[in-house]
């Protein structure tokens, strides 16, 4: 028998104002499209902002549906459309920012399962790390050099 272990690393900003402009600029987009998240069941509103290496910012919200499973997290509006509009561009960061209209968020929420799959797809194909920031409504913003710290044991094209 043998053991692994695993172990992931991340920065941690106390605010948005100690984050460097660029990533401030993206996470203020992030809340931007958080407002017009589509979250009549949840009442949880998530807003995504990518940075392509082209320079483009794309945004994305959630979007839910009374049949629970055809809803899409913002992470991944934002993320397919990326592909589908800029198919050869990579995603260099990603600022995720989530609030509840019941109370405040103030724990650093990260992307589900689903989304953390579906960014590792990009991550991988663009053969390079996205870095990812990610907040409540207000507090600490958690920064990941790549989605591996979040998905260690990831499901890929390897495997198939």
Do not use: W
């Not at 402009?21 to 809340?31: F, H, P, S, T, Y």
Request: proline share 6%; charged share 20%; with cysteine.
């Amino acid at each position: 028998m043998k053991e692994i272990n695993v172990t992931t690393s991340f920065t941690i900003f106390d605010n948005l104002k100690e984050l460097p402009e660029d990533i401030q600029n993206l996470m203020n987009q992030a809340v931007e499209i958080r407002k017009k998240a589509y979250a009549p069941y949840s009442h949880f509103r998530v807003g995504a902002a990518l940075l392509l290496d082209n320079g483009k910012i794309i945004t994305g919200s959630n979007q839910e549906n009374a049949a629970y499973p055809s809803g899409l997290c913002a992470e991944r509006t934002a993320i397919f459309y990326a592909g589908s509009a800029y198919p050869e561009a990579k995603i260099l960061k990603m600022a995720i920012t989530a609030a509840s209209d019941n109370n405040q968020t103030q724990a650093p929420i990260p992307p589900c399962g689903s989304c953390r799959q579906s960014i590792a797809e990009y991550e991988i194909k663009q053969e390079s790390p996205i870095e990812i920031y990610f907040m409540g409504e207000i507090g600490e913003i958690y920064k990941s050099e790549s989605l591996k710290n979040l998905l260690p044991l990831m499901f890929d094209k390897k495997f198939l």
